[in-house]
């Protein structure tokens, strides 16, 4: 039997601590409540927002009209260098996982907050590695008959930081990934090097979305832009988005209660008090300044939630 709740204050389960109230809530473990969750969206017309661990979600203080349902459907399995995964499993637990069995290509993921299915929808990467690198497939739920269909690796546009769930809005349900296999001792101790970097510029706590601005691939910009752009700024072929902000200013500046890192121009922090709006204000403020500058519109790598788009 779903656990529906009323008016759920989002800000509750965002690594940002923001977010207005869900007009309806649910959690589901299985996919029988997914199955269920998504029967009472239909059957009462009510469009449906499933999310994972909340960690790259920006929502408009006035909340959502929909039924946000949060995905905790988890479990690993696997056959031999092969894994399943559910998509509700919190990344590191599927990252801990393969390390402790000696599978390979994971294992610089550790650390980023979230589920699969969150770190697969935004193609989630960091220190060279990416969540799509050694992924096969991903089964989502039909919405038509309810049932699972399984998308190979070159059907989901796997691109920086982008898929094809960012478009079709498709509920995933599993991943599946054929890994290498690697020494764990190794694995477990380039996990531990990533995460002592990590924690310089996430300390625990944080309350942030990660990364707020993608990066710029530098083949991508074009010439005339790119020939302003100290060479030395790109780095592994990306033009980082926090090198533009800082060139605008953006380091250490605070507004109602959102201050971007002093030590990170692309990372905004909730100071605890912060609005969704006081977030988003700032954010395009900087993005403004970038564009003036340099003739680059930035992207928020960030999921928006009833807010709209930054570029407008
Ligand atoms: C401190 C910190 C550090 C971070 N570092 C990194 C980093 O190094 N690299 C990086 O790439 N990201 C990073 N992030 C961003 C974030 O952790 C990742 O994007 C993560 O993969 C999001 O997963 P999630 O489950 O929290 O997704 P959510 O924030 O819950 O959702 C994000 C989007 O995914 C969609 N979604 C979630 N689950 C599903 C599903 N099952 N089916 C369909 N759509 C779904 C949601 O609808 C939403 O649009 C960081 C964030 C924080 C807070």
Redesign the pocket.
Known sequence: MLQLEDNYPMNQI???GIGGLAKKFVVVTTFEELIEAVEYAQGQRLPY?????????LISDEGVDCLVIK?EMTAVVQNDTEITVK??TP?QELVDYTISHGLADLQKLT?????V??????????YGQT?SDHLTAVS?LNTNNLTTEQLNNSDCLFNY?DSI??KT?????EVHFQLERGDPHILQQEARDVLSK?LVK?PPG?K????FFKNLVASEIPQEILKNIPQEKIVFGKLPAGALLEEVGAKGQKSDGIEIAPYHANLFINQGSGSAKAFYNLAKAYALKVKEKFGITLEP???L?NLPPLAK
């Open positions: 965002t690594t940002l927002l499933v999310i994972g661990g909340g960690s790259n979600l995905n998509s509700g990344l650390g980023i907050p979230g589920t299915g969150g770190a697969v929808y935004g193609n989630a990467g960091a969540i989502v930081r769930f960012k809005h498709d509920t995933i349900v990590r996430y944080i942030c979305p990660g990364s790598e960030v999921q939630i």
